[in-house]
C-alpha cells in the first residue's frame, strides 16, 4: 500500500471532503496562500479551491471559532483551525459555552457539524504556550467530540468522519506526527468514533496511549519484548466517545494496565481512564493501575528541562515492569 | 414613512412584547417562573422597529434579554411561555428557559447568556449567506455591556473585511447590570466605534420606533445588497431593573422618570393617532386582541407538561 505523512493524509482527507460537499470551509489564520498552516497542513488548498473556502481570519481566535459556529448552524460544514492547541483557550467560551451548548439547550432544533482542528504536544522546544495537551479540558465538556488520531491511516479516517459528523469535534493532530509516514489507502475510507484501535496484541499488560505515546508505546513494547514482555497497546483513537469495551476486553485478557498519556496527569486522560477501569474492571486487576503522564509543570522551554517532564519509552518501560 | 400596514404591525407587535412581559412578570411573583428573567419592557421600540425590515428567512441572535426579539422575529408566544415556564412545549423542550430561546423555523438563531457571545455567530451566520450565495440578513442584537467584550471587537473586524450582510444592532440600555455606560466607556455613542472597522455607525432614539425603523431600512437593505455591515446604537432604556430581583436604586428617580416619559408604546400610538392611522376603537381593539392572545400563551403553557426527568439525558449530540 502507499505511504503519505500524517501531514499529506490530513490534507488529503480535507479535499477529498471539499470535492465532495460544497458546504465544507476551511477557515483560520494563516491557512491560505501564503503559509498553508503553520504545519503545511492546508498547503495548496488555497490555489485549489479558491480563497473564499479556504480562508485567512484576523489573529481572532474567538471569533474564528463563532464565526465557524454561525456558519454551522445554518447549513455549512465549516473546519477552523487553530494555530495551536494552547491558543484554544482564546476561544474557550465559543468552544465550551456555544459550540458544546447550543444542540442541547435550543432542545436539539438545530445541529453543529463543526470541526476545530488543533496540535497538542511538546518536544520541539516551543516552551509553555504552543506545547501543551489539553485533552481533558474538552473531554470534560459535554457536547463535543475528540479525536486524537495516532497514524496517517486514523487522522485521514477520523477527519473524514469528523467532517460528515453533526456535531462539534475537537481534533487534536501533534506536531510530532505531521512528518510520521504510514499506510493510506487510495480509495475512500471513515472510521468510526469510539472505536479503538489495537496498535498491538499482546499478553503480560496492556497499555493505553493516545497520539504520540502511542509510538513511544510501540518503542516500549519493542524493547520489552527483547525481555520477554509481551504488551498488548490499545490507543482509543477518540476520547469522547470512548471504546470503553475494547479497555475492558484488554484489561480482563492482561490483568493489567499502563496508561501513557502526554497531557499532565492530575484530573487528566490517565485520570478518567483510571476511574473507568477501577470501577468497572477492579476485580480482573492483576495489579495497581500505573499511570505515565507529564507532572504537573507549564512546558518548559529547555532542552533538558522539556525532555525530562514528557514521557516516552523508557518511563513506559519502567512503568510497565512496575505493574508484572 | 412605511405604509399604514406596517406602522400598525409595529405597533402590535411593541404592545404583544409589553403585555408578554408583564404578565412574566406577574407570573413570576407568583411563584411560577423557575430561576430568573431579564425583561424587554421600555425596549420594545427596537425589536419592533428592527424586525419589521426582516424577513422570515432572515437571521438574528439574541441576548439574555431576549423574549422582545424572539417575538418581533414572528414567534409562537405559547411555546415562548411554555419555555419560560420550563415545560415541554417549548421551543427548547424546557433545557433552555428564559435565556435561550431559539426558533430555527423562522431564522431565530438562539439567544446566549453569555455578554458578547451572540456576536460572532451572527457574523458566521452572515458568512454562510455570502458563502451560500443567497440574499438573506444577519441582525445581531446585543447591549452596550456587550460592546466591551473583545468578540465585539474581532466580530465587527472580520464581518467588515469580508463585507457580510450583517446589521449589529447595540441596544444601548445605559446599564450593563448596575454598571453606569460612563463608568465603563469614555465616549458617549457606541457607534462611532463603527470608524474604527471601517463601517458606517449611526446612534437613534431607541425609544422612537420610526427612527428604529429608518436606521434599520437602510442598514438591512445596504447589507442585503452587498455593501457590508453596519453598526445601529439604538438609545433605550429597561424599565425594571436588570434582573427580576434587581431593584434598579442605582438608578437616580428624575432619570428613571424622564425616560418613563418617553415610553416608546404610548409615544407610538400618539403619533399615529396624530396622523390619523389609528383611531381608539382601533387601539382598543389590537390591545384586546394581544391580551387574549398573551393570555392563550399563559393558558397554553399552564397547561402543558413539564419534561420527564430522564429527558435531561437528551440532545446533548444531534
Redesign the interface.
Known amino acids: 500500500m502507499r505511504e503519505l505523512t500524517y501531514r499529506d493524509a490530513l490534507r488529503e482527507a480535507l479535499r477529498e471532503e471539499m470535492l465532495r460537499d460544497k458546504t465544507v470551509f476551511l477557515l483560520g489564520e494563516d491557512i491560505g496562500h501564503y503559509w498553508g498552516g503553520a504545519f503545511k497542513v492546508t498547503k495548496g488548498l488555497a490555489e485549489e479551491f479558491g480563497d473564499e473556502r479556504v480562508r485567512d481570519t484576523p489573529i481572532s481566535e474567538s471569533a474564528i471559532i463563532g464565526v465557524a459556529i454561525g456558519t454551522a448552524i445554518t447549513g455549512m460544514r465549516p473546519v477552523a483551525e487553530i494555530m495551536f492547541g494552547d491558543l484554544s483557550a482564546l476561544a474557550m467560551d465559543q468552544i465550551c459555552n456555544q459550540a458544546a451548548k447550543i444542540c442541547y439547550m435550543f432542545g436539539g432544533q438545530t445541529k453543529v457539524p463543526l470541526v476545530i482542528r488543533t496540535p497538542f504536544g511538546a518536544g520541539v522546544n516551543i516552551a509553555s504556550h504552543h506545547s501543551q495537551s489539553l485533552e481533558a479540558w474538552f473531554m470534560h465538556t459535554p457536547g463535543l467530540l475528540v479525536a486524537v488520531p495516532s497514524t496517517p491511516f486514523d487522522a485521514k479516517g477520523l477527519l473524514k468522519t469528523a467532517i460528515r459528523g453533526n456535531n462539534p469535534v475537537m481534533f487534536f493532530e501533534h506536531k510530532l506526527l505531521y512528518s510520521f509516514k504510514g499506510e493510506v489507502p487510495e480509495e475512500d475510507y471513515t472510521i468510526p468514533f469510539g472505536e479503538a484501535d489495537m496498535k498491538l496484541e499482546g499478553e503480560d499488560a496492556t497499555i493505553f496511549a493516545t497520539l504520540y505515546m502511542v509510538h513511544e508505546a510501540l518503542a516500549a513494547a519493542q524493547e520489552l519484548r527483547k525481555q520477554g514482555i509481551s504488551v498488548e497497546i490499545i490507543d482509543p483513537r477518540t476520547l469522547v466517545p470512548l471504546d470503553k469495551q475494547a479497555i475492558m476486553k484488554s484489561v480482563k485478557k492482561t490483568g493489567r494496565i499502563v496508561i501513557a498519556t502526554e497531557d499532565c496527569k492530575t484530573a487528566g486522560i490517565s485520570a478518567e481512564i483510571a476511574a473507568i477501569v477501577a470501577e468497572e474492571a477492579l476485580d480482573y486487576l492483576d495489579a495497581p493501575i500505573k499511570r505515565v503522564a507529564e507532572p504537573d509543570t507549564p512546558i518548559p522551554f529547555s532542552p533538558p528541562l522539556e525532555q525530562f517532564v514528557i514521557p516516552n519509552e523508557k518511563t513506559i518501560i519502567k512503568a510497565v515492569k512496575e505493574v508484572l | 414613512m412605511p405604509e399604514k400596514e406596517k406602522l400598525i404591525e409595529m405597533y402590535r407587535q411593541m404592545l404583544r412584547i409589553r403585555h408578554f412581559e408583564e404578565k412574566v412578570y406577574e407570573l413570576y411573583g407568583q411563584n411560577l417562573v423557575p430561576g430568573t428573567i431579564h425583561l424587554y419592557v421600555g425596549q420594545e421600540a427596537v425589536a419592533g422597529g428592527f424586525c419589521a425590515n426582516l424577513r422570515k428567512d432572515d437571521?438574528i441572535?439574541s441576548t439574555h434579554r431576549g423574549h422582545g426579539h424572539c417575538i418581533a422575529k414572528g414567534a409562537d408566544l405559547r411555546k415562548v411561555m411554555a419555555e419560560i415556564l420550563g415545560k415541554k412545549t417549548?421551543?427548547?423542550?424546557?433545557?433552555?428557559g428564559s435565556m435561550?430561546i431559539?426558533?430555527?423555523s423562522i431564522g431565530m438563531?438562539?439567544a446566549?447568556a453569555?455578554v458578547g457571545?451572540g456576536?460572532?455567530?451572527?457574523?458566521?451566520?452572515?458568512?454562510?449567506?455570502?458563502?451560500?450565495g443567497t440574499d438573506q440578513v444577519v441582525a445581531g442584537f446585543f447591549g452596550d455591556g456587550a460592546s466591551n467584550q473583545?468578540?465585539f471587537h474581532?466580530?465587527i473586524?472580520?464581518a467588515a473585511?469580508w463585507s457580510l450582510p450583517v446589521v449589529f444592532v447595540c441596544e444601548n440600555n445605559l446599564y450593563a447590570m448596575g454598571t453606569r455606560q460612563s463608568m465603563v466607556m469614555k465616549i458617549e455613542n457606541i457607534a462611532d466605534r463603527a470608524a474604527a472597522y471601517g463601517i458606517q455607525g449611526v446612534t437613534v432614539d431607541g425609544n422612537d420606533v420610526l427612527a428604529v425603523y429608518e436606521a434599520a431600512h437602510n442598514a438591512v437593505d445596504r447589507a442585503r445588497h452587498g455593501e457590508g455591515p453596519m453598526l445601529i446604537e439604538c438609545k433605550t432604556y429597561r424599565h425594571k431593573g436588570h434582573s427580576r430581583f434587581d431593584p434598579a436604586t442605582y438608578r437616580p428617580k428624575a432619570e428613571v422618570d424622564e425616560w418613563l416619559k418617553k415610553d416608546p408604546i404610548p409615544r407610538f400610538k400618539a403619533k399615529l393617532q396624530k396622523i390619523g392611522l389609528l383611531t381608539e376603537q382601533e387601539a382598543e381593539k389590537t390591545e384586546q386582541e394581544v391580551i387574549s392572545a398573551v393570555e392563550e400563551a399563559i393558558k397554553f403553557a399552564m397547561e402543558s407538561p413539564y419534561p420527564t426527568p430522564e429527558e435531561a439525558l437528551?440532545?446533548?449530540?444531534?
Open positions: 437571521y441572535t417549548g421551543y427548547c423542550k424546557g433545557k433552555g435561550h431559539a426558533d430555527f438563531l438562539g446566549t453569555v457571545a456576536i460572532p455567530i451572527a457574523v458566521g451566520a452572515g458568512l454562510s449567506i455570502k458563502l451560500r473583545g468578540t474581532e466580530s473586524n472580520m473585511i437528551e440532545n446533548v449530540y444531534a
